[in-house]
Each structure stands twice: as C-alpha cells, then as structure tokens.
C-alpha cells in the first residue's frame, strides 16, 4: 500500500509528519485527513480551545503535494 504524509497546516504553523501512513489511495488517505481534522476539532472543542488548524496536507514520499483537505471541507 502507498504511504501518505499529513502535515498539519495551523494559522501559526505547519506540524510536518515524518512517519505517514498507509492507505489504499489518494482517496482513502483524503478520508483519513478528514477524520483526523473532525478529531482534532473535536478535542479543541472539549479543551475550550479556538481551532486555528486550516488544513491538512497530503504529500507522496517525495514530499510532492498530493491533495489539501481543509478545516471546512472536513467539518462541513
């Protein structure tokens, strides 16, 4: 299976993920970037924190940019 990279796109910074994960393909990892985005959201929201995580980024092991799944897309 292909290995995907997500790096988390916050207002103030960019959190770059060094191991990635396995997906099926570009549209399984999309998925998993939405999940994770309704996760993160879900714990901002417990903690009384404002979310200020804009996207997602989905790179190949190349760091070639893949997709972006923002905030909206995944919340809406």
């Known amino acids: 299976m292909p290995r995907y ?17 396995e997906a ?17 959201a879900a714990q901002y929201l417990k903690a009384g924190i404002q979310l200020t995580l804009i996207s997602i980024t989905i790179c190949d092991s190349d760091n070639r940019e893949l997709a972006k799944v923002t905030t909206g897309e995944a919340l809406d």
Do not use: C, H
């Open 24 to 40: 099926s393909d570009l549209n399984a990892a999309r998925d998993d970037a939405r999940a994770a985005i309704r996760e993160i």
């Open 5 to 21: 990279f997500f790096s988390l796109d916050f207002s103030e910074e960019t959190i770059a993920d060094p191991d990635g994960g």
